[in-house]
Each structure stands twice: as C-alpha cells, then as structure tokens.
C-alpha cells in the first residue's frame, strides 16, 4: 500500500533478454528499446548498465523491486508470445514459479499468437490448463515468422475472433492488447485502436484491456472508453511519464477523464517493471494534483484520494470481477509480507535484487 491506498500493478514482466534467447533479427531492436527505456524513464540511482539490463531476469528481482522496494500489494504477470525470442521474452515458467510461490500475490496472464490459427488455440488450451485458470490472455499486434514480422487485427472475423470465442468457452474475461508502442520499424496501423471497436461489440461479455493505453492515439482511445463500456486502459509506460514527462502524463489522464463522462473508471495503474524501476512513478502518481488549469478548463473531476484508490486498485478488481478485500487479507503473514516487515522501512531500490551493486 501507498498513503494508505491499495495498489494491483496491472502489468509486471522478468523479461529474457539474453543473447541466447534471441531468435529472428527483430529481437536485438526490442531489446535495445527497453534497455533505452530503462535510462529515459528514470533519474539517477534508478539506472542499471546496459550490460546488466541486458539479461536473463529471475522471478525474485521482479518480486523485490514490485512487492518490497515499492508499494505494490498485488501484480499481473502476462505470459508474452513475442516470437523474435525463444520464449517470447516472458515465458510461461516463469508464471508457474508464482502460480507455485505467490499464488495469492500474482494474477496471470496467457499468451498466445493468434496467427498461429489452430496451433494458438491448442496452446491456449495448455496454458489454461498449466497455470490453473488465468485471468487473461495477453496478445501482440504482429507476429514473428522468421524474419518477417507480419501484422492482424482485432476485427479479424477469421484469426482474432475464433481466439476471443476459445477464450470465453474457457471462462477468462479478460482480453489485454498491446497498442500504441510499436515494436520497431512496422506498419503503425496494426497498433492503432480503431479494429478494437467491432471486437468490444461482438464480444460485449469480454472486457479489452488497452496496454500503453495514452502514449498514442490518445484521442481515438479516450473515445473509445466512451462508447464502449468494456473497454479499459492500461498505464503501463503511461505512467512513467510522470517521472520524465509529467505534463504529457496530466494530458492523457485529463483526456480519459473529460470523454468518459468526467470520471477515472476503467483506468489501471501499471508499470512495466521490471522496465523501469515502478517506485518513482507510484511515488509521484500518489502525491500527484492537476493543476487549476486543467480543472477548471477541462471540467475533469480533482484527481483525489477516491479517483487514485480506483486507479491504483479498485479499476483492476472490478474488470476482473474479484474482492478486493478478500484477496488483500489472503497475503497477510506471508512470505513476502514478513520479507518487509525484516526490513528497517523501503529499502534502496534494486538493493533487495541481484543489481544491488550496479545501479547509479
């Protein structure tokens, strides 16, 4: 908890990002982006050496900078079927260590390609099966088949529609899409929001959570929100902004508020980490005000202690349909619980991890 208020990370990867786990030549790009991502999104004492970036990451780092080092009390772990990388880049073994170790701790996610056609369909029959029910199916705008990364879109009546209905069969209500962030030198339309549309009408029982939701096509996404009610946006790399960019941040936010009859419903706090450390960013979303300015212009509603526990938690649990309440007392006491209480306050960031001596 922050101040008081209860925080589910939407989004949160340990990703493989060793040499050897890169298959086509996309893979180099991605890595470098995120390796970049992790010096511009954050200030001194929250960087690590691309050396060190560049790796393998383990469970329990992302567990201590998420869980110890910050304020997260729950997080979302999304299985990623990026095919540039042998496992794509966040593999379902790691699901398992948490469904195995945190079980109350973590929400998961599968992922799949869906222009893998009826191979995608039996892979997600497997995952369901191995990670006990997840809460989610994550999926990517483009697919990696060799050295073409080819594209499909949510609309897609013949490859995205058969995966939304083997979702619903299987029970999971969740569907997360990648958008907005480009994975290197691609066509942008397949990151556009527009085929999301006829997908939220078709499927009006499942709820389309939006990831990078704001950092483009904020209008078009705001709008989106709007007209359809099972539409959500995710604030993974949104939230960053608050740190590098905070009045890009007060713009997107302001935007979701003004279009969705001025309130912050169907907006999940989520930070990517390990990406960027996500203390600094839940720091500043916490103390976080619009300014007068935009208030009074905009006619968005203060960004008070109400709006942040929706966003922060409350947002995530009801998209998702759970108790809140009950799933919060199920970590008293535990492991994790008692790893902080050892500790004299938050302790340094990466301090808990195995970079504890390679930040600056």
Same mark, same amino acid.
């Given at each position: 908890?922050?101040?008081?208020?209860?925080?589910?990370?939407?989004?949160?990867?340990?990703?493989?990002?060793?040499?050897?786990?890169?298959?086509?030549?996309?893979?180099? =790009?991605?890595?470098?982006?995120?390796?970049?991502?992790?010096?511009?999104?954050?200030?001194?004492?929250?960087?690590?050496?691309?050396?060190?970036?560049?790796?393998?990451?383990?469970?329990?780092?992302?567990?201590?900078?998420?869980? *110890?080092?910050?304020?997260?009390?729950?997080?979302?772990?999304?299985? &990623?079927?990026?095919?540039?990388?042998?496992?794509?880049?966040?593999?379902?073994?790691?699901?398992?260590?948490?469904?195995?170790?945190?079980?109350?701790? =973590?929400?998961?996610?599968?992922?799949?390609?869906?222009?893998?056609?009826?191979?995608?369909?039996?892979?997600?029959?497997?995952?369901?099966?191995?990670?006990?029910?997840?809460?989610?199916?994550?999926?990517?705008?483009?697919?990696?088949?060799?050295?073409?990364?080819?594209?499909?879109? $949510?609309?897609?009546?013949?490859?995205?529609?058969? &995966?939304?209905?083997?979702?619903?069969?299987?029970?999971?209500?969740?569907?997360?899409?990648?958008?907005?962030?480009?994975?290197?030198? *691609?066509?942008?339309?397949?990151?556009?929001?527009?085929?999301?549309?006829?997908?939220?009408?078709?499927?009006?029982?499942?709820?389309?959570? #939006? *990831?990078?939701?704001?950092?483009?096509?904020?209008?078009?996404?705001?709008?989106?929100?709007?007209? =359809?009610?099972? #539409? +959500?946006?995710?604030?993974?790399?949104?939230?960053?902004?608050?740190?590098?960019?905070?009045?890009?941040?007060?713009?997107?936010?302001?935007?979701?508020? /003004?279009?969705?009859?001025?309130?912050?419903?169907?907006?999940?706090?989520?930070?990517?980490? $390990? #990406?960027?450390?996500?203390?600094?960013?839940?720091?500043?979303?916490?103390?976080?005000?619009?300014?007068?300015?935009?208030?009074?212009? +905009?006619?968005?509603?203060?960004?008070?202690?109400?709006?942040?526990?929706?966003? &922060?938690?409350?947002?995530?649990?009801?998209?998702?349909?759970?108790?809140?309440?009950?799933?919060?007392?199920?970590?008293?006491?535990?492991?994790?619980?008692?790893?902080?209480?050892?500790?004299?306050?938050?302790?340094?960031?990466?301090?808990?991890?195995?970079? /504890?001596?390679?930040?600056?």
């Amino acid at each position: 908890m922050i101040d008081g208020m209860p925080v589910v990370d939407a989004i949160v990867h340990p990703y493989n990002l060793s040499p050897e786990n890169e298959k086509t030549s996309h893979a180099p =790009f991605i890595t470098r982006m995120l390796s970049r991502a992790n010096h511009e999104a954050l200030g001194p004492g929250y960087r690590i050496p691309r050396e060190k970036y560049e790796r393998e990451w383990p469970m329990e780092d992302v567990v201590a900078m998420s869980f *110890v080092e910050s304020y997260a009390d729950l997080a979302a772990y999304h299985v &990623l079927p990026i095919g540039a990388f042998h496992d794509g880049i966040c593999g379902i073994d790691k699901a398992l260590e948490c469904k195995k170790r945190w079980p109350q701790r =973590f929400f998961l996610y599968a992922g799949v390609d869906p222009m893998q056609g009826q191979q995608a369909l039996d892979e997600l029959d497997e995952q369901y099966e191995r990670l006990g029910g997840p809460s989610g199916l994550k999926l990517y705008p483009n697919s990696w088949v060799g050295d073409q990364m080819l594209g499909w879109k $949510m609309d897609d009546p013949e490859v995205a529609f058969p &995966l939304f209905e083997k979702a619903q069969s299987l029970g999971i209500k969740v569907v997360a899409i990648h958008k907005a962030l480009p994975l290197g030198p *691609v066509e942008l339309s397949y990151y556009a929001m527009d085929d999301i549309d006829r997908a939220a009408m078709t499927f009006p029982d499942l709820q389309f959570e #939006v *990831v990078h939701g704001g950092m483009g096509f904020l209008d078009e996404s705001a709008w989106q929100m709007a007209r =359809f009610d099972n #539409v +959500w946006i995710n604030l993974e790399s949104t939230a960053t902004m608050l740190t590098t960019k905070p009045r890009s941040f007060e713009q997107a936010l302001a935007t979701f508020a /003004a279009r969705t009859r001025k309130s912050y419903d169907r907006i999940l706090w989520g930070t990517g980490c $390990m #990406v960027t450390h996500p203390r600094p960013h839940l720091e500043r979303f916490a103390a976080y005000e619009f300014s007068e300015e935009r208030m009074m212009g +905009w006619g968005v509603p203060p960004l008070d202690r109400v709006a942040k526990r929706k966003i &922060l938690a409350e947002n995530y649990a009801t998209m998702h349909g759970i108790d809140l309440d009950e799933r919060l007392a199920a970590i008293k006491g535990d492991e994790i619980e008692q790893w902080r209480a050892s500790l004299d306050g938050i302790p340094s960031p990466y301090s808990q991890t195995t970079l /504890a001596d390679h930040v600056y």
